[in-house]
């Protein structure tokens, strides 16, 4: 990704002096005007890196607001660092454009759309753009972002270090995001599921926009045993979790926290416990936490403004977590999380 002036060069040198020049405002970004980018490693620092991509038809809906897909772009990349104990250096972006015609037209206008939101997530998360690539893509648009963090040295929270003892806790509600797409693909009213208007959009914004925890990456970082972020389904995710940890974990899911437009629609519809469970694109934190650093964790989690609860136990043993209902017999599930193979 280099730019030029806006009034030289090739189209794609055009597009990216016009959007996203502006938001290279570290100096390491050498203003997009070479080949690469320099960044300097803060001392006593590790670096943290993780990419994650996102496609039209698959993560997000073609003719989904260009702003929101932007943030989706960014934001479920900083939700990884956040579940590591990481705060962000900066990020790389690559944007597969399609070259035919698109419905709706990926034009000028969706661009100043998607760079000015994008901008304005970098800001607000301290997470400048170093540079990309721009290129055309014989299909739908794609977008892949690299974010780069940093912990001080040694002390990234890993998926392999839940002990047996260890508390399981996720942060904000679990499965809005998973219903919003239950309301999308089956384009359901307000009404289908005894919804308000109210209800409806906020699944909806939790699908479309995700919320990463960065507030609680040092609480993470000092309290956690293992963390990850619950991106492909709470009850899949804790699985990979359990399994490169070498143990396993009960969770009573009465406990597992759920907004209040969830909560209606699962009485309308209970039949969508699954997807609430398994579905995926929360975004939220699981971490395990030692029972002696419970109360600091959720403490640190209230004075940030995040909620945080306590959902299980990790035990010794392997095999999937067991997921127990309020009459204490275990739920099965069809899938434990999204895959895309």
């Known amino acids: 990704m280099t730019a030029t002036d806006d009034t030289a060069g090739s189209g794609e040198d055009r597009l990216i002096a016009r959007h996203f020049a502006p938001l290279a405002t570290h100096p390491g970004a050498l203003g997009l005007a070479d080949d690469v980018a320099v960044m300097t490693p803060p001392a006593g620092c590790d670096l943290v890196l993780e990419t994650d ?32 104990g990481a705060r962000p250096l900066g990020f790389l972006l690559t944007l597969a454009l399609p070259r035919r015609a ?49 912990v001080p040295t040694g002390t990234l929270v890993r998926r392999g270090g839940a002990r047996p003892g260890d508390r399981v806790v996720v942060t904000g509600t679990i499965g809005d995001a998973a219903l919003g797409l239950v309301l999308r693909l089956e384009r359901a009213a307000a009404g289908d599921f005894g919804l308000s208007e109210d209800e409806r959009a906020h699944l909806l914004s939790r699908y479309r926009e995700p919320r990463p925890r960065t507030a609680l990456a040092e609480a993470v970082r000092l309290h956690a045993t293992a963390a990850m972020d619950v991106s492909d389904g709470l009850a899949g995710d804790l699985a990979k979790l359990c399994r490169v940890s070498g143990v396993t974990a009960r969770v009573d899911i009465a406990r597992v926290p759920l907004s209040g437009a969830a909560h209606r629609l699962l009485d309308a519809a209970p039949e969508h416990l699954a997807a609430v469970l398994s579905g995926g694109d929360d975004y939220e934190i699981l971490c395990t936490v030692p029972p002696d650093r419970l109360a600091p964790f959720l403490a640190a989690a209230s004075a940030a403004g995040v909620a945080a609860a306590e959902i299980g136990e990790i035990l010794a043993g392997q095999g999937a977590p067991a997921l127990v209902g309020p009459d204490g017999h275990p739920v099965a599930l069809d899938r434990a999380s999204f895959s895309h193979f």
């Open 53 to 84: 991509a996102i496609v039209a038809g698959m993560h997000f809906f073609a003719d989904d607001p260009p702003a929101g897909i932007a943030r989706k772009a960014l934001r479920i990349n900083l939700s990884d660092l956040a579940a590591k």
């Open 102 to 150: 698109a419905e709706p037209p990926v034009d000028d206008a969706w661009l100043a759309a998607f760079a000015g939101a994008l901008g304005e997530d970098a800001q607000a998360y301290g997470c400048p753009l170093y540079g990309g690539d721009t290129v055309a893509s014989p299909g739908p648009v794609m977008i892949s972002v690299t974010v780069i963090g940093a």
